[in-house]
């Protein structure tokens, strides 16, 4: 079946302009990650979103970062006035809620260079 | 979370068995044992998970000790495609918590031709 989708796959900007990277999680998912990993790096946390529930928004780093999520399917992460430090691959993860364990279904990423 | 230790590195020949192993000294209970692996510029991409008893799926096999110290994942038949960041984490399992994924360093498994 279809997995995590990411667009773009690679974005390239100028310091200073606003992105948005797009997530299409599995279908029936009720639960959505977002992440970035820089170069050499761990995870680092952004985002979740659980069905209906408020976003947990502790990972964002800055107010320049902000995520929606439409319609419980569908999620943008938009980061405005980019800087060289938020550089890095953007990774969306969902998840099939209501297992008995629950394991994260990655997409491929969205490599974002600021130059 | 408890604590994981793998070996930085590992190399297989192509075919054979990888063997990888992983130390959660500290492991609670009601704490699953969750292979994840990253193969290079791809995000991350989950293997196999169990809580005491072997687990087996298309993808590899779980051995964990009978005192649940520790694990070995088992890619039976390894190939080049299998070269990559094999990171195995403990945590609490539950569907649709909240738990934010993190990685140690991994074990970087190369399979040589």
Known sequence: ?115 | DAKTTQPPSMDCAEGRAANLPCNHSTISGNEYVYWYRQIHSQGPQYIIHGLKNNETNEMASLIITEDRKSSTLILPHATLRDTAVYYCIVRVGSGGSNYKLTFGKGTLLTVNP
């Open chain 1, 1 to 115: 079946g279809a997995g995590v989708s990411q667009s773009p796959s690679n974005k390239v900007t100028e310091k200073g302009k606003d992105v948005e990277l797009r997530c299409d999680p599995i279908s029936g998912h009720t639960a959505l990650y977002w992440y970035r990993q820089s170069l050499g790096q761990g995870l680092e946390f952004l985002i979740y979103f659980q069905g209906n529930s408020a976003p947990d928004k502790s990972g964002l780093p800055s107010d320049r970062f902000s995520a929606e999520r439409t319609g419980g399917s569908v999620s943008t992460l938009t980061i405005q006035r980019t800087q060289q430090e938020d550089s890095a691959v953007y990774l969306c993860a969902s998840i099939r809620a209501g297992a008995r364990t629950d394991t994260q279904y990655f997409g491929p990423g969205t490599r974002l260079t600021v130059l």
